[in-house]
């Protein structure tokens, strides 16, 4: 699962995928930036006090450092036609907005931005509509396909994200292909100055971002670079002077976590305790893939304990003697937090 940092130039983007990844990224550049980020998960931790594996995974997400979009804000172009296509190949998107005075000292402005770049994705998805009906109008067929966008297109017309709208489940697939931009999960994240790391996100920032149907949170990307070079018995004290109960960085990856819709699956043992990404929803059959295809293929059954009853009874046995370890077929929907173990056969 990718999640695409994006936004204007001097919104502090790569300073805050620097400060995410730990990474050294050079702002400004022309290039992509790959980094991932594994997801901090106490029931692994807990698990592995309890198995001492020879090995603890966590999940991780990648985040991407997109080059950043052309112009100002307000400017009329400002996504051109090699950026759209990269945003296209990321599931979520983050888009960074300046939140502190900049370097000439004018005063950031926030919601100018949201709407400018918002603008932008809605128009790059009309032009994909409108070129598709021009050649669904000239063929047979299709009937279900045209008349969904069709529906689109006046929405489009009036500035509205795809993702502000009620689409069904069936319609949200048949646009899969697509890949419009302002159906991506979005995340608003205000970078602020250090002197309001701890304060909310302005009410109007987020009600702006909620018309797009966006997520918001603030942190200041050079004060979480500061943090991440200090010593990890010196962080808590460093944060709690500055009015924070955790890391920016800790607060972020749950919110791209959720932003992508994932839930996490654990398998616990003397060889591994390990967290699996899945997208919520995911079947026991297609959980049993993420670990190894053959298991998919020979699926026989899922042992299954909720995490909450294997930490208070202690142990496996003890959950099977309480009924506490369930026998789920190959349609089971997984469960944040249940603890698998897959029986199969090839």
Not at 117 to 129: I, K, P, S, T, Y
Request: proline share 5%; with cysteine; hydrophobic share 45%.
């Amino acid at each position: 699962m990718k999640v695409g940092l994006t936004g204007f130039p001097g919104a502090g983007k790569t300073t805050t995928f620097n400060a995410l990844t730990g990474l050294h990224a050079e702002p400004g550049g022309s290039s992509l930036n790959l980094g991932a980020i594994k997801v901090p998960d106490p029931r692994v931790d807990a698990l592995a006090k309890i198995w001492s594996p020879r090995k603890t995974t966590y999940a991780e997400v990648t985040f991407v450092d997109f080059p950043p979009a052309r112009g100002a804000a307000g400017a009329r172009a400002v996504l051109d036609a090699g950026a759209v296509a990269q945003l296209r190949d990321a599931d979520a998107l983050v888009e960074v907005v300046r939140g502190f005075p900049d370097v000439a000292g004018a005063a950031p402005t926030p919601l100018a931005d949201v709407d400018a770049f918002g603008a932008e994705l809605v128009l790059a998805d009309l032009a994909v509509v409108e070129k598709r009906l021009e050649r669904l109008r000239k063929e047979k067929g299709n009937e279900r396909e045209r008349a969904l966008l069709e529906r689109l297109v006046p929405e489009l017309e009036a500035g509205r994200a795809l993702r502000t709208l009620a689409l069904a489940a069936e319609e949200r697939a048949q646009l899969a292909g697509f890949a419009f931009l302002s159906l991506r999960p979005l995340l608003v994240l205000l970078n602020v100055a250090e002197s309001e790391a701890a304060a909310p996100v302005p009410d109007d920032v987020v009600a702006r971002a909620r018309l797009q149907g966006a997520e918001t949170m603030a942190l200041s990307a050079r004060l979480e670079a500061e943090v991440a070079e200090l010593e990890p018995a010196d962080r808590a004290a460093f944060l709690e002077d500055l009015g924070l109960r955790e890391t920016a960085r800790d607060r972020f990856i749950r919110a791209s976590y959720a932003l992508l819709d994932l839930v996490s699956f654990l398998t616990a043992g003397e060889d591994e305790c390990r967290a699996w990404p899945i997208r919520r929803g995911t079947t026991a059959l297609k959980a049993a893939g993420k670990i190894h295809s053959d298991i998919e293929r020979g699926f026989i059954r899922a042992e299954v304990t909720a995490y909450e009853d294997f930490i208070r009874l202690g142990s496996e046995a003890k959950c099977r003697e309480a009924g506490k370890l369930r026998l789920e077929g190959k349609e089971y929907v997984v469960q944040d937090g249940d603890i698998a173990h897959f029986r199969f056969a090839v």
